[in-house]
C-alpha cells in the first residue's frame, strides 16, 4: 500500500507530543533538534502504520513502516518546543 502525500502534523499537535515527551523523558527537553524529530516522525510513521495495517502484529506493521515517509521538519519542532518550554517553565 502506498500512502498519498498528506500534510504533517501541526505545531499545536506536536507541541502536544512533546509535551508528553517531555514528561515522561525530562532529558529529552534539550535533546537536540534532529534528535526530537527523528523520534517524532518513527512515531508518526508507526501510528500511519497502524492505522493503515490493523489487526496486524507488531512485526507485520513494522515490515511496511518504509512506506511512509516523514512529514515533520526541524522548524515545526523547534517552534513546538518552544511553546512547551514557554508553557513549562511559566508554571515553575
Do not use: C, K
Not at 525530562?26 to 524529530?37: F, W
Not at 527523528?38 to 508507526?46: C, S, T
Amino acid at each position: 500500500m502506498s500512502e498519498p502525500t498528506a500534510p504533517g502534523p501541526s505545531v499545536s499537535r506536536l507541541a502536544g507530543q512533546l509535551e508528553y515527551l517531555f514528561e515522561e523523558h525530562p532529558e529529552l527537553r534539550t535533546a537536540p533538534v534532529a534528535q526530537l524529530v527523528a523520534r517524532l516522525n518513527e512515531e508518526d510513521r508507526w501510528a500511519r502504520a497502524i492505522t493503515a495495517y490493523p489487526n496486524r502484529s507488531d512485526a507485520e506493521v513494522h515490515a511496511h513502516l518504509a512506506e511512509f515517509h516523514d512529514r515533520i521538519g526541524a522548524v515545526e519542532v523547534e517552534e513546538a518546543r518552544q511553546q512547551v518550554l514557554a508553557r513549562t517553565d511559566d508554571l515553575e
